[in-house]
């Protein structure tokens, strides 16, 4: 991840409407996109992990989602891919759940959510992964709750909703 990167503008309807570098977006808190991709095992287990203290939003934070920007020009499908793939070593297939919108004051995006299973091995990213484990969906539920523990707003706000009906 470079802050020179050239990632993707969306507008508020959801379009791609130009391209900034990356260290613009975060500076300016433009509007893009980013995926996040819940991965679970065959048991129904969703990994977990913390992020580095060296990520440029939210650091150190506990997140249940893979994923990131997307590059100018490339589609959500290829970045969540490409995005589970570099920070979890996961190449199983994609679902879709569909699209959310998602702002506060340190990023805003278009967030494009996936989950998918995934049986083999774990290759953590160290430059983005500190640590992580598998957890049941009600003890992520329950880390979210947790006011001690700092969890991804993001990814409590785009699919908090869909692992809490994992539960029910």
């Known amino acids: ?52 203290d060296t990520k440029d939003v939210y650091p150190g934070y506990w997140d249940f989602t893979a994923g990131g920007v997307l590059l100018a020009g490339e589609e959500p499908d290829d ?6 793939e570099e920070e979890l070593g996961v190449t199983s297939g994609l679902v879709s759940l569909g ?3 998602y702002a506060d004051d340190r990023t805003t995006y278009r967030a494009f959510r996936y989950e998918t299973v995934w049986d083999g091995p774990l290759r953590l990213q160290p430059e983005e992964v500190a640590e992580g484990r598998w957890m049941t969906p ?6 979210i709750d947790d006011d001690a523990l700092r969890v991804m707003p993001d990814a409590v706000s785009v699919l908090g909703a869909w692992l809490r009906a994992l539960i029910l």
């Open 79 to 84: 970045a969540a891919r490409r995005e589970v």
């Open 1 to 52: 991840m470079s802050a020179d990167e050239v990632v993707a503008l969306y507008d508020r309807t959801g379009r791609p409407c130009g391209s900034a570098p990356r260290s613009r977006v975060r500076a300016e808190n433009l509007r893009h996109a980013a995926t996040n991709v819940v991965v679970r095992d065959p048991a129904g287990r969703i990994f977990v992990h913390r992020r580095t």
């Open 99 to 101: 699209a959310a919108d």
């Open 138 to 143: 009600a003890e992520v539920v329950a880390m």
